[in-house]
């Protein structure tokens, strides 16, 4: 079994930063894509970020230049860094990830999800 367990969400003014953590554990032998992906109520989920790992990263034009993925493969995390927040950020935040089990075979998961809420 395999979970990915994110942190790191909450209340933020405009302007603000946040920055979420998600970390798989169980049988994980490698992990190859990690990615963050949000809802906003009335929306259809979509692709905040992704990286590979090698690290070459892919970011949705809304939140280019003002949000970062990062990925530390020793502890199985990923992480994403926001800046300069906006109440368009307002969503549940998904973790998702490729994973290899340490049994051979290849997993998708989903994180159970965080929100991040940018208000005044």
């Known amino acids: 079994q395999v979970q990915l367990v994110e942190s790191g969400g909450g209340l933020v003014q405009p302007g603000g930063s946040l920055n979420l953590s998600c970390a798989a554990s169980g049988s994980v032998f490698r992990i190859n894509i990690m990615g963050w992906y949000r809802r906003a109520p009335g929306k259809q989920r979509e692709l905040v970020a992704t990286?590979?790992?090698?690290?070459?990263?892919n970011y949705a034009d809304s939140v280019k230049g003002r949000f970062a993925i990062s990925r530390d493969n020793t502890k199985n995390t990923a992480y994403l860094q926001m800046n300069n927040l906006s109440p368009e950020d307002t969503a549940g935040y998904y973790c998702n990830a490729s994973i290899m089990l340490i049994t051979g075979h290849s997993k998708e998961c989903w994180g159970q999800g965080t929100q991040v809420t940018v208000s005044s």
């Open positions: 990286i590979k790992s090698g690290r070459r990263t």
